[in-house]
């Protein structure tokens, strides 16, 4: 393909499916040029995106950086911490640091989660409702799909309700575009966010809680987690923890709110097509584009005759591998009743497969779940604000979902779109 991929442009970030399915039948494994003027492998089919994510030649530990080093700032400290999490490493060390994972992320920890889940994201719709009350518009990532995966978090991390404003005020920065916020902001943020969490640390060592993270703050020393590995897991928990739920949620009411049809049977049918339409928005609008890079540490020959040398970068696009014909029929369409069907699609690809699947999936189901019914029973007469084909995506290859999600109450045709709307967490 002679076009480049440039995941920043508005218009890939708004609809790259055209562009995944023109590379796919090319080549399910192809290399393409991207606008900074580096190559890199996309993986677009869906058996070839679940075998490179099962095959240890592809290594998840990243490349040494080139270039000249960031000077030392607590806010740099922090960002090199979040990127020595488990999913920058390598089996051994992977599976060492999953296992203690795992254990803190049993079913019945999660399960436990479901009350304050309901409490939240029934708050949640109610400031929403107020919001529309007030103003006549509201955002939904801004006022529903982004605290709520937050909050939970907090309560993961065993966060006091008296400090969950500020964890997610800082959340919010150190995930904003560096032009969106005054200048300092983020560094600041990640100061804050790294203090705090050496901070937390301390304090579970000293009193643990009932919490998920204090059982790792307390595992065992022989095998447990030390205070560096304790910080970049806080802040694995906390990044993967609301992004992918943040995307999902507003995905999900974007997709229910342009297919009124599925909408309405979501209502009457009950919690069977609730996680039948969590499932579709899973593999239709994969909140996560894209898997981590991966890097071959030896020439790997994949069947169909693709070679990928040694040393080059790979993406498992997981949006793609979710939409590809030969296991989706109709893929390009949201219908939550493939997954009321006798006969079950395939396994979507949405949390990844193989060691690295993600460990919060049944969290974010639970949110979901959860949420949807309750946003949608609590604001009866929701639409959008603005035509759903004008509604920017984030940027990247890595996170997929609506910027902002501008809706109304009532019948109302769409408006402009809201571009310069405050996001603000604090509302």
Known sequence: MSELLNPADPVFARDPYPYYARLRERNPVARVELANGTHAWLVTGYEEARRVLADPRFSNVPARQAGRPKPPSAAE?????????????????HGRLRRLATAAFTPARVDALRPRVERLAAELAGDVSRRLARDG??????????????????????????????????????????????????DAAWSSLHAYFGTLIARKRR??????FSSLVTAPDEGGLDDEELL???FLLLFAGYETTMNLLASAALALL????????????????????????LRHASPLEGTTWRRTTQAVALDGGTAIPAGASVLVVLAAANRDPAHFPAPDDFRPDRYLAAERPAPHTAFGHGPHFCLGARLARLEATIALPRLFA??????????????????GLLVRGPLRLPVRQGDA???????????HPGG
């Open 378 to 395: 609590a604001l009866p007469g929701l639409t959008l604000a603005a035509p759903p084909d004008t509604l920017a995506h984030r940027p």
């Open 77 to 93: 400290r922090a960002r090199q911490c979040l990127a020595r999490h488990m999913l920058n490493t390598d089996a051994p060390d």
């Open 232 to 234: 970049a897991m806080a």
């Open 258 to 281: 342009t297919h009124p049809g599925e909408l309405t049977a979501a209502r009457r049918d009950g919690a069977g097509r609730w996680a039948a339409v969590v499932e579709e928005t």
């Open 207 to 212: 009193a643990p809680g009932d919490d998920l």
């Open 413 to 423: 045709a769409p408006s402009a779109p809201l571009a310069h709307a405050s996001a």
């Open 137 to 186: 518009v509201a955002d939904l990532v801004d006022a529903f799909a982004f605290p709520l995966p937050v909050l939970v978090i907090g309560e993961v991390l065993g966060v006091p309700e008296a400090d969950r404003a500020d964890l997610r005020a800082w959340t919010y920065r150190v995930g904003s575009p560096a032009d969106a916020l005054e200048p300092g902001a983020a």
